[in-house]
């Protein structure tokens, strides 16, 4: 990282960043060509959930390439200034890379489901197996993480 003054290099803190976004964006490569996905996100400290429809380009791509990145951020605003040039922003951000995987497993993806329900309500909903059935559940094993912010 080039600005180290910027760096978040404890755990907990990079952890309560990712737990206080709304999105995570992942990126995938379809051939040559960068693709983005902001979707809705489970995390359990090692790993990222993810549901989707069980077809679609970014399934497609999955498939041939499981390779991704991952950016989460929180807590962004724009810090203005006289000068256009002396605007700024306050931000905290996770970023990182790992392997996604398709969940088949009964029991893994139900538990998923809860983690990336608990990511937005602390209501518990059990999910039926036909609701399971009818969704594409992702993991993504974390490789490398980093962490940035500014402004704080």
């Known amino acids: 990282m080039r600005r180290r003054d910027k760096e978040v290099t404890d755990k907990a803190a990079m952890e309560s960043i990712i737990r206080a976004s709304l999105v995570c964006r992942i990126a995938l490569c379809d051939g040559d060509r960068p693709y983005v996905v902001p979707m809705c996100f489970g995390y359990d400290g090692r790993s990222i959930y993810l549901h989707s429809a069980g077809e679609g380009r970014k399934i497609d791509i999955l498939k041939r390439n499981p390779g991704v990145c991952f950016e989460f ?80």
Do not use: W
Request: aromatic fraction near 8%.
């Open 73 to 152: 951020e929180s807590d962004c605003e724009v810090r203005h200034a006289d000068k256009p040039c002396s605007f700024s922003m306050r931000y905290r951000s996770v970023m990182g890379s790992g392997k996604a995987c398709f969940l088949d497993d009964a029991e893994e993806r139900q538990q998923a489901m809860q983690l990336i329900i608990g990511q937005y309500t602390d209501k518990t909903f059990i999910m039926r197996d036909n609701q399971l059935n009818c969704i594409t559940i992702i993991r993504i094993d974390i490789d490398e993480i980093t962490g940035k912010q500014s402004g704080y």
